[in-house]
Nanobody
Framework: VQLQASGGGLVQAGDSLILSCAAS????????MGWFRQAPGKEREFVAG????????AYVDSVKGRFTISRDKAKKMATLQMNSLKPEDTAVYYC??????????????????WGQGTQVTVSS
């Protein structure tokens, strides 16, 4: 499985951005796609994830109500809509793929494949 992430950029606080992650290769019928982020000097953290079959979602508390993850089954693409961005959302964002498709795991060890990072910078 290969993951291609796109989106990101430099925005001001309160703005919106969309990140997309396209999966290619043999993905299986039940899996999870998620987004993680890593800010300078910090550990990588789970942001959001979605189960491919049922569309169940999970979010880290700090983004609930602001970020929305969705998936397009036909395109094998997961999208992270980020609204009301804050400077603390500044990080490199990574999309990830897990074969454990029954629920969204928050542990990065559950994710087998990773896309390249994309920088999101939010200025105050």
């Amino acid at each position: 499985v290969q993951l291609q992430a796109s989106g990101g950029g430099l925005v001001q606080a309160g703005d919106s951005l969309i990140l997309s992650c396209a999966a290619s290769g043999r993905t299986a019928t039940s899996y999870v796609m998620g987004w993680f982020r890593q800010a300078p000097g910090k550990e990588r953290e789970f942001v959001a994830g979605i189960t491919w079959s049922a569309g169940s979602t999970a979010y880290v508390d700090s983004v609930k109500g602001r970020f929305t993850i969705s998936r397009d089954k036909a395109k094998k693409m997961a999208t992270l809509q980020m609204n009301s961005l804050k400077p603390e959302d500044t990080a490199v964002y990574y999309c990830a793929f897990s074969y454990s498709g029954n629920y969204v795991g928050r542990d990065e060890g559950r994710y087998r494949h990773w896309g390249q990072g994309t920088q999101v910078t939010v200025s105050s």
